[in-house]
């Protein structure tokens, strides 16, 4: 179990879980893990397409509605888990386009005194709420395009169009807290003010108002006391576009508005002058941010023209640098001090997901969900290609970038005179840094992961203990084809690899809660929203051993609940 093409038996598992090897699969606490071990790299067959069904439209709730327990959820776990996702995929007969399109729905899962009740709510932004009143799609979203209403005459449909696009609010991608408060997010400059018990809507906020961003990415990092880091593009000198690392202070002691305080820590420069490339995710150790500027680049001119005439969408406005390959930019994080002589380069990848960074002996080593190559793969989660029958989507698939997960290790005191030799020498990775002559250093990675068309996406580790630290568990969403079927976890120091599976069963990001005054970085459990089309109850919570990663409980019910992206544990 030492690497990530080597796959033990069943027996051997049993063994290391101390199960009976004489009889894996009747009865031992490692079933799932047992007869699921090796379909990180094995096929796993979805004929009967059911993985369609969370592509589907659901109602809201009026009330929160009780789950059927199986199992023991361990008593220390009282809380919410709370989640985001598209959950309206048409308005009207005007359906949405994309995976990133449908109106946000949250979910949450109550866990209290032993028992489990589910509730879910849309989100009332202007985009759902004006969709809601006009029977049409009125903000144009990240692949679908808003007309002007057919119902005006020809002079106010040519003046509609002249308005351009409207910035969507449709906050469907994440939900995280800043102070007190709780807010669902997208990655524009709107974020909305939640209530994470009622699920209410509470406050529409543009960030513009207080920062120099043109939009914030969905994954923000958080310090212990309360200080939330987020990155988004913006313009630099000379109109020149750059990225801007920003900083929402704790709560404050008089209660004043903490995004009044909000500040820039560092901007980073854009490699392209009008081209900034797309941004989700970045990494933060202990003293640096880490931010990796991809070949996926935003065209400014062609998103001017998108605000400047109807029925272009965001994904119109995205392009491949097929020559740049991919950059590292690193800074301070004390004093926002821009590593501008650290000039990192690779080969070209998309990445979406950090999974984490941290500081190790002069270098900093960076853990990433990467794609191969420039091909933006957004352009293969369109719902004409994820809700296709099961050949046709591997098909479609086989076309799209291959994802690996990976290491690169950045130094920090580099040294001219080290020309063309490796500067890492951490004993613990096969991960390169070359000095060249041209003052760059070329990163080779590690791989941890890679299987073909088997990703490791959606990554979540113990962020309380283990953020910007040296670290050995990763938890992801297995997705085959791009389907979700599993839930992985991976030893990013052996690679070794563990895998909860069910038949016809289609997980979400598990998210990873500790146990209270635990000594193990593993010590805890993981949550995951499960969708089993055709069964009696075809929604559920699942309730994992994040050691061993077999099932402790589930928590069913009786609806059909659509995809979740992101989310996060509320105790």
């Known amino acids: 179990m030492r690497g990530p093409s080597f796959h033990p038996s069943p027996q051997e598992i049993c063994v290391r879980f ?3 090897p004489e009889s894996p699969f009747t009865g031992c606490l490692c079933v799932s893990v047992c007869r699921t071990y090796s379909s990180m790299v094995s096929r796993v067959e979805h004929p009967a397409a059911g993985y369609k069904k969370i592509f589907e439209t659901v109602e809201e709730l009026n009330e929160a509605i009780p789950a059927e327990i199986t199992g023991d959820i361990p008593s220390w776990l009282g809380g919410s888990l709370l989640r985001m996702g598209p959950g309206l995929f048409e308005v009207g007969d005007e359906p949405f386009h994309h995976l990133f399109d449908g109106q946000a729905l949250m979910h949450k899962f109550d866990l209290k ?3 489990v009740t589910y509730f879910r709510r849309f989100i009332r932004s202007d985009a759902y709420v004006r969709a809601m009143t006009e029977k049409r799609i009125v903000i144009t979203e990240f692949g679908t395009a808003a007309y002007p209403d057919p119902c005006k005459n020809i002079f106010s449909r040519f003046f509609t169009y002249c308005r351009g696009i409207e910035v969507t609010d449709n906050c469907l991608v994440n939900i995280y807290p800043i102070g007190e408060d709780f807010y669902a997010v997208t990655e524009t400059n ?9 699920l209410e809507t509470l406050k529409k906020v543009d960030l513009c108002k207080y920062l120099s961003v043109n939009g914030v990415t969905a994954h923000p990092h958080r310090d212990t006391d309360g200080t939330v880091y987020n990155i988004g593009n913006c313009f630099g000198k000379n109109m020149s576009l750059a990225y801007n690392i920003i900083k929402i202070p704790p709560p404050q002691k008089d209660k004043s508005d903490q995004f009044e305080k909000s500040q820039v820590v560092v901007q980073l420069p854009s490699s392209e002058r009008l ?3 797309y941004v989700h995710s970045f990494g933060m150790t ?3 941010f880490v931010f990796v500027e991809q070949p996926v680049k935003i065209n400014l001119f062609k998103f001017l023209s998108a605000w400047g005439l109807r029925g272009a969408t965001y994904m119109d406005c995205f392009e491949s640098n097929e020559t740049m390959g991919t950059l590292f930019h690193v800074a301070t994080k004390d004093s926002g001090g821009y590593l501008s002589s650290h000039k990192f380069r690779t080969s070209a990848f998309n990445i979406f ?3 984490n960074t941290y500081e190790d002996e002069g270098f900093i080593v960076v853990d990433v969900c990467a794609w191969k190559g420039y091909d933006f793969v957004y352009n293969y989660l369109y719902m004409a290609n994820i809700k296709q029958e099961w050949e046709e989507v591997k098909k479609a698939a086989m076309r799209a970038p291959q994802p690996e997960v990976r290491r690169y290790v950045l130094p920090l005191d580099i040294h001219r005179e080290e020309q063309g030799k490796n500067l890492v020498s951490l004993s613990y990775t096969t991960a390169t840094a070359v000095l060249n002559s041209d003052g760059t250093i070329w990163l080779e990675p590690e791989v941890l992961f890679s299987a073909p068309r088997q990703a490791f996406e959606f990554p979540q580790i113990n962020y309380s203990r283990c953020c910007g630290k040296k670290y050995s568990f990763a938890y992801g969403l297995g997705l085959n084809h791009f389907i979700p079927d599993r839930i992985v976890k991976l030893n990013v120091q052996t690679k070794e690899t563990w895998v909860w599976q069910e038949e016809e069963c289609y997980p979400s990001e598990p998210v990873f809660v500790p146990t209270p005054g635990a000594t193990e970085e593993d010590d805890g459990v993981l949550l995951s929203v499960v969708v089993k089309p055709g069964a009696e109850r075809p929604g559920f919570l699942l309730v994992l051993d994040a050691m061993k990663l077999t ?4 928590a069913e019910v009786s609806t059909i609940i659509p995809v979740t992206l992101h989310g996060m544990y509320k105790p």
Request: hydrophobic letters at 20%.
């Open 18 to 20: 101390k199960c009976k």
């Open 190 to 198: 709107y974020i909305t003010k939640v209530d994470p018990d009622s």
């Open 113 to 115: 005194d032993g028992q």
């Open 275 to 277: 081209k900034p490339s």
């Open 551 to 554: 099932e402790l409980a589930r």
């Open 286 to 288: 202990d003293n640096h």
């Open 353 to 355: 997901h950090h999974i």
